[in-house]
């Protein structure tokens, strides 16, 4: 591993957690689409086929609807009720935000950076399909791939093709809701064998993808109403583009925005940092959660627009 990016993990990451981040396999998860089918039947459905060739299915203990296999993506893409859109394929992590975010039927929310369409389609089964789904990208090709998986799940959203960066100031204080999924550096997955995201880290890059991260973290707490939720994520560890973009945020917005605890449960997790290379940070911060290895590493923070 790059000598400065594993100096920079030790000073962010619990001692036990910097142990685990020699790349390993994580086990393959799925979500259960309840827009397609009854999650019961489906898990019945998965159970049968999976115990007949000798494959587990093991239940997630902080998400009803997700499970863990021994299975490989290929043989769950054989499976007819994948086909269905009954259950997708996706990293219990990336899980995270949109149960975070907690969209209810009826109200009106936005996915800010949406491709390739898993919280946007998990958001939408949240919403049982009732109230209003904005799902933006800016990347016209992720705009198709968005469109395809949620066509397959049934979930129901209007896809548009925009920079988020700019959609706030056009679409001012409109949605209860808002999760804004960052592009990120990916230092969270390195440790589970990404070697694309290994070769491709940079301090440069971290810095650059940071400005962006601010833009769109701005647009979003300006397309959020009063009172209304935000939730921020990444799967990277980097504080640039973690806790510094909510240091900005905060700056910037001063007594509009507060930072909440999380309540939902989560897998293992630390508190954001407070402190990093010297600077002190607004203590609200330590309020977001850093998931840490073996799963993906993400990063996610809750905001309150304030009344």
């Not at 397959?152 to 988020?164: F, N, R, S």
């Not at 647009?219 to 973009?245: H, K, M, Q, W």
């Not at 909510?246 to 700056?251: G, K, M, P, S, V």
């Not at 609200?284 to 799963?295: D, E, K, T």
Request: glycine fraction near 6%; hydrophobic fraction near 45%; proline fraction near 8%.
């Amino acid at each position: 591993m790059n000598p400065l990016l594993l100096e920079r993990l030790r000073a962010i990451l619990p001692a036990e957690s910097c142990e685990l981040l020699k790349p390993r396999p994580t086990p393959i998860s799925l979500r259960l689409n309840p827009l397609r089918a009854p999650p019961n039947e489906t898990l019945a459905a998965l159970r049968a086929a999976l115990g007949a060739a000798g494959h587990t299915l093991n239940p997630v203990t902080w998400f009803a609807l997700a499970f863990t296999t021994s299975a490989t993506v290929r043989t769950l893409q054989e499976l007819p009720q994948h086909a269905a859109g009954a259950f997708h394929i996706q990293s219990l992590s990336s899980m995270i935000p949109a149960l975070v975010l907690d969209t209810q039927p009826g109200e009106m929310a936005l996915d800010l950076c949406a491709a390739p369409g898993s919280k946007t389609s998990q958001i939408a089964a949240m919403m049982s399909n009732r109230g209003q789904l904005i799902a933006i990208d800016s990347s016209r090709p992720r705009c198709y791939r968005l469109r395809e998986v949620l066509r397959v799940l049934g979930a129901q959203a209007e896809c548009l093709c925009a920079h988020g960066e700019r959609w706030g100031r056009g679409h001012p204080m409109q949605f209860d809701r808002v999760l804004v999924d960052v592009p990120c550096s990916g230092e969270g997955r390195i440790h589970v064998g990404d070697s694309a995201a290994l070769a491709d880290w940079s301090l440069t890059k971290v810095r650059r993808l940071a400005s962006l991260q601010k833009s769109l973290m701005h647009s979003a707490i300006d397309a959020l109403r009063p009172g209304g939720t935000l939730v921020y994520s990444t799967c990277t560890f980097a504080p640039e583009e973690n806790e510094l973009v909510l240091q900005r945020a905060l700056d910037r917005y001063k007594d509009r925005i507060a930072i909440t605890p999380i309540t939902h449960a989560l897998p293992p997790s630390c508190p954001a940092v407070t402190n990093w290379l010297g600077h002190e940070l607004h203590p609200a911060i330590a309020n977001a959660r850093r998931i840490l290895p073996p799963l993906e590493g993400f990063f996610v923070a809750a905001l309150r627009k304030r009344q």
